[in-house]
């Protein structure tokens, strides 16, 4: 069965501009969710989804959002990009989306801002 | 609030050491505990976990026991390999949600 896969690998985008994240999750997981990881604040929640729907949210700013589609592949935006959102960003998906479910990560999108 | 706290590191072993590392947590309810590793250039990987309190989690030679009394999941293995060499994050979840909060990470080098 195929992992957890993230388009694109690498992405450099310059102050102001906007980005999208692809995350294509195992074959019959239903719950994507997606983290931030830097040197500075480690990894933080961004955002779950579950059936289209977004069921929880981490504490970031509105420029960041995302949304799930109903083969469970989710994108993640983030608009007028700032130097601190250099990161990786990882997106997880599970099964049920229970709390003692596995999540299994996918390799990640590293993203340079400019 | 739900957070995790791990041992600092960088943590150096010689191959066949023993290896532990520390985690405590603290969170409402019932939460569920994990171990993560990442190797270089890659996401990451469940490593082990348990879901309530005494359980145990085992995998590749790692073990790791949840201990309510204490509020700790301590990583343990008998006998480190060139190839154990990773950040390893331990992370919870919290009962009817299930985004994980993760600990700072540890680096472990183990030299030959």
């Known amino acids: 069965k195929a992992g957890v896969t993230q388009t694109p690998r690498y992405l450099i985008k310059t102050r102001g501009q906007q980005v999208t994240l692809s995350c294509s999750p195992i074959s019959g997981h239903r719950s994507v969710s997606w983290y931030q990881q830097t040197p500075g604040q480690g990894l933080q929640f961004l955002f779950e989804y579950f059936s289209e729907t977004q069921r929880n949210k981490g504490n970031f700013p509105g420029r960041f959002s995302g949304r799930q589609f109903s083969n469970s592949r989710s994108e993640m935006n983030v608009s007028t990009l700032e130097l601190g959102d250099s990161a990786l960003y990882l997106c997880?998906?599970?099964?049920?989306?229970?709390?003692?479910?596995?999540?299994?990560f996918g390799p990640g999108t590293r993203l340079t801002v400019l | 609030g739900d957070s995790v706290t791990q041992m600092e590191g960088p943590v150096t072993l010689s191959e066949e050491a023993f290896l532990t590392i520390n985690c405590t947590y603290t969170?409402?309810?019932?939460?569920?505990l994990f171990w993560y590793v990442q190797y270089p250039g890659e996401g990451l990987q469940l490593l082990l976990k348990?879901?309530?309190?005494?359980d145990k989690g085992s995998n590749k030679g790692f073990e790791a026991t949840y201990r309510k009394e204490t509020t700790s999941f301590h990583l343990e293995k008998g006998s480190v390999q060139v190839s154990d060499s990773a950040v390893y994050f331990c992370a919870l979840t919290t009962t009817g949600a299930n985004n994980l909060f993760f600990g700072t990470g540890t680096r472990l080098t183990v030299i030959p």
């Open positions: 997880a998906s599970s099964f049920t989306g229970f709390s003692e479910d596995t999540q299994y």
């Open positions: 348990a879901t309530k309190a005494d």
């Open positions: 969170a409402t309810g019932y939460p569920s």
